[in-house]
């Protein structure tokens, strides 16, 4: 797997769907369907050489491939399960193949990212496959050598592919990716309504952000906030989309989730910002950037950004407070003038956007929260 060459890639279409909602390559999925996801992440990852194998419905799917710059190969004998597209899909591979990445079409959100890392790791390792692993669970696509082609075309088929290449286990790799999508195929009503929501994203999802915080080595007390300002956010913003607001809980969440990731360094909001932005998600990245200090004027409408500050604000540690409360300590903390100023302008910022909740809602902070909302000296709720 050492050559010079770009990796080619095989998509395969060309089983019935027996379990899913509808034919799973031509199911909808966000502007486009399944398949054309599937190809377009290999191809924006700069996969040229893509081969899709078809069978079932052939000529619904060569219609739409038909717009697309691939090779296509017709699999007379798809009846005979997946493994029998793999062997049409290898024999059409041109013969300078140096790898191949193998990807059945249903499981269409790859990141482009996830395919570079694979073929960076190929060209690195010389290995003989090289999967892809989230959270400790292999996935798809895996990066094959073409020197295992002439094993996959004399294989009797028993096991599938799987139990194949089981036998060159001594030779493979793993890569560790932060893209829950390597996971997530379509066999299911459930499984399609899932990949919908997440192709519609910009923002990783609760799986993702835990691997990430791992990947960080961010401690366990800074997590564990995390997760408790999600679980104030998520509530909160859940609370104003049933006022009519339209905000998205699931970027919500994960911006609380991962707000603090770089806390402990110089300007962790920015430094957290730059960091998730490289990872591909600018929308979560920004409201990192003013989880910590946002700019909020009275009348201004509410947002995102304004739940995932306000939330970070009724939690200490991973306990809810009251704004008064957590900044009693804040201002107790600092000795200067001028950092106690600064202390006092983000309560005043958070008490606008508590009262623009407040306002929307028709009732106070503690009843939007929850009974689980602790008062100060044992007071009672007004």
Same mark, same amino acid.
């Given at each position: 797997m050492r050559g010079t060459g770009s990796p080619a890639a095989l998509v395969l279409a060309g089983g019935r769907s027996s379990r899913a909602p509808g034919f799973k390559?031509?199911?909808?999925?966000?502007?486009?369907?399944?398949?054309?996801?599937?190809?377009?992440?290999?191809?924006?990852?700069?996969?040229?050489? =893509?081969?899709?194998?078809?069978?079932?419905?052939?000529?619904?799917?060569l219609a739409v491939l038909a717009n697309l710059p691939v090779r296509t190969v017709v699999n007379e004998h798809y009846q005979q399960g997946m493994f029998s597209s793999v062997v049409a899909g290898v024999q059409a591979l041109p013969r300078e193949t140096d790898?191949?990445?193998?990807?059945?079409?249903? =499981?269409?959100?790859?990141?482009?990212?996830? =395919?570079?890392?694979?073929?960076?790791?190929?060209?690195?390792?010389?290995?003989?496959?090289? @999967?892809?692993?989230?959270? %400790?669970?292999?996935?798809?696509?895996?990066? =094959?050598?073409?020197?295992?082609?002439? !094993?996959?075309?004399?294989?009797?088929?028993?096991? %599938?592919?799987?139990?194949?290449?089981?036998? @060159?286990?001594?030779?493979?790799?793993?890569?560790?990716?932060?893209?829950?999508?390597i996971l997530l195929d379509i066999d299911t009503a459930a499984d399609y309504q899932f990949v919908g929501r997440y192709a519609d994203r910009r923002w990783p999802t609760g799986g993702e952000c835990r691997q990430i915080l791992a990947r960080l080595a961010v401690p366990d007390a800074v997590a564990s906030h995390g997760r408790a300002v999600a679980a104030v956010a998520r509530r909160l913003a859940a609370r104003l989309n049933g006022a009519g607001l339209s905000l998205d809980e699931d970027l919500v969440a994960a911006a609380a989730l991962l707000h603090d990731l770089a806390k402990g360094r110089p300007d962790h909001p920015a430094r957290g910002a730059k960091l998730i932005e490289r990872l591909g998600y600018p929308r979560v990245a920004a409201i990192i950037a003013v989880h910590h200090d946002i700019v909020f004027a009275a009348g201004q409408p509410l947002d995102e950004a304004a739940v995932v500050h306000l939330a970070d604000k009724l939690v200490r540690n991973d306990t809810i407070v009251p704004l008064e409360d957590r900044f009693a300590c804040s201002r107790e903390k600092f000795a200067d003038a001028a950092a106690r100023? !600064?202390?006092?302008?983000?309560? !005043?910022?958070?008490?606008l956007i508590a009262a623009a909740v407040e306002q929307t809602l028709e009732t106070g902070l503690a009843d939007i929260i929850g009974e689980a909302f602790p008062l100060p000296d044992g007071g009672e709720k007004t």
């Amino acid at each position: 797997m050492r050559g010079t060459g770009s990796p080619a890639a095989l998509v395969l279409a060309g089983g019935r769907s027996s379990r899913a909602p509808g034919f799973k390559p031509l199911l909808p999925l966000g502007d486009s369907t399944v398949l054309e996801t599937a190809v377009g992440g290999l191809r924006r990852a700069g996969v040229g050489d =893509i081969t899709v194998v078809v069978g079932h419905r052939a000529a619904d799917l060569l219609a739409v491939l038909a717009n697309l710059p691939v090779r296509t190969v017709v699999n007379e004998h798809y009846q005979q399960g997946m493994f029998s597209s793999v062997v049409a899909g290898v024999q059409a591979l041109p013969r300078e193949t140096d790898a191949f990445f193998l990807l059945p079409a249903d =499981i269409p959100l790859v990141k482009s990212r996830t =395919i570079r890392l694979l073929a960076r790791a190929g060209r690195k390792t010389g290995a003989d496959v090289v @999967y892809p692993v989230f959270a %400790g669970r292999r996935g798809h696509p895996p990066l =094959i050598s073409a020197r295992l082609s002439p !094993a996959i075309l004399a294989w009797d088929g028993a096991g %599938g592919l799987r139990s194949l290449l089981e036998r @060159y286990e001594v030779g493979a790799s793993e890569v560790a990716v932060l893209d829950e999508g390597i996971l997530l195929d379509i066999d299911t009503a459930a499984d399609y309504q899932f990949v919908g929501r997440y192709a519609d994203r910009r923002w990783p999802t609760g799986g993702e952000c835990r691997q990430i915080l791992a990947r960080l080595a961010v401690p366990d007390a800074v997590a564990s906030h995390g997760r408790a300002v999600a679980a104030v956010a998520r509530r909160l913003a859940a609370r104003l989309n049933g006022a009519g607001l339209s905000l998205d809980e699931d970027l919500v969440a994960a911006a609380a989730l991962l707000h603090d990731l770089a806390k402990g360094r110089p300007d962790h909001p920015a430094r957290g910002a730059k960091l998730i932005e490289r990872l591909g998600y600018p929308r979560v990245a920004a409201i990192i950037a003013v989880h910590h200090d946002i700019v909020f004027a009275a009348g201004q409408p509410l947002d995102e950004a304004a739940v995932v500050h306000l939330a970070d604000k009724l939690v200490r540690n991973d306990t809810i407070v009251p704004l008064e409360d957590r900044f009693a300590c804040s201002r107790e903390k600092f000795a200067d003038a001028a950092a106690r100023t !600064a202390a006092e302008n983000r309560l !005043a910022r958070a008490r606008l956007i508590a009262a623009a909740v407040e306002q929307t809602l028709e009732t106070g902070l503690a009843d939007i929260i929850g009974e689980a909302f602790p008062l100060p000296d044992g007071g009672e709720k007004t």
